[in-house]
């Protein structure tokens, strides 16, 4: 990709996928890289991710980097006001804000590299992601190993007991799943089955 990277201006790269398939290892990377390069970096992930700690971006193998926490993304705008490169964790948790406000930043000639789950447990587009996607100069997908059958897994099968959309967890309350093991969940209470979601009908 570098040989491809343009000049002069900003732009966005997401990397998307299920659980467990590396997002957060390859922001790093490439944050690191930055780093390297003597770029200015900023770093942030948005505070209803507090797994593995709140002062880093901590991958599911422990690889970890510097990072602050927002609650709106607006705070990105004080956070990246001197920064070359912005790179933002967990992107699905901070609110549809954050799609005008990367575009503000690249516009300003910064690059903006995101990490994110690209559809929830019920195998649903996770917003923002798609329209970031739709944005995007960049698109990394990524996919995880099923834990049935060991063929690539593109899916993030709940089995805890968590109710809602957001239920923040590791391996004791999501596995990844490709298409065929994965197991769509019951409809919530009150409202019909989605595209995808299996009824009782």
């Keep these: 990709m570098s040989r491809d990277m343009p000049r002069d201006t900003g732009w966005i790269e997401v990397i998307c ?4 398939s590396g997002k957060t290892e390859e922001l790093i990377r490439r944050l690191r890289r930055a780093q390297i390069a003597r770029q200015k970096v900023a ?7 507090v797994r593995y700690g709140s002062a880093h971006i901590i991958s ?14 607006s705070e990105l705008l004080r956070i990246a006001a001197e920064a070359q490169v912005i ?8 609110d549809e804000g954050v799609v005008e406000i990367c575009e503000r ?23 923002p992601v798609p329209q970031l996607l739709a944005m995007a100069e960049y698109i990394t997908k990524t996919l ?17 007991t968590a109710t809602g959309r957001i239920a923040v967890g590791s391996s004791d309350l999501y596995e990844a799943r490709c298409r065929r093991c994965y197991e769509p969940p019951e409809p919530e209470e009150g409202r019909p089955p989605q595209q995808g979601e299996e009824s009782d009908g």
């Excluded at 599911?60 to 993304?73: A, E, F, G, L, Y």
């Excluded at 790179?87 to 901070?94: A, C, P, S, Y």
């Excluded at 995101?114 to 917003?127: K, N, T």
Aim: with cysteine; glycine share 8%.
């Design 17 to 20: 996928g299920p659980m467990f």
């Design 43 to 49: 770093i942030v992930k948005p505070v209803t991710d």
């Design 60 to 73: 599911h193998n422990q690889q970890k980097i510097p990072s602050s926490v927002i609650k709106h993304s």
């Design 87 to 94: 790179g933002i964790d967990e992107v699905q948790f901070l």
């Design 105 to 127: 930043l690249a516009n300003a000639g910064k690059r903006i590299i995101i990490a994110g789950l690209d559809q929830d447990y019920r195998a649903r587009p996770f917003e």
């Design 144 to 160: 995880a190993i099923c834990v049935r059958c060991g063929n690539p897994a593109n899916r993030t099968q709940r089995v805890g």
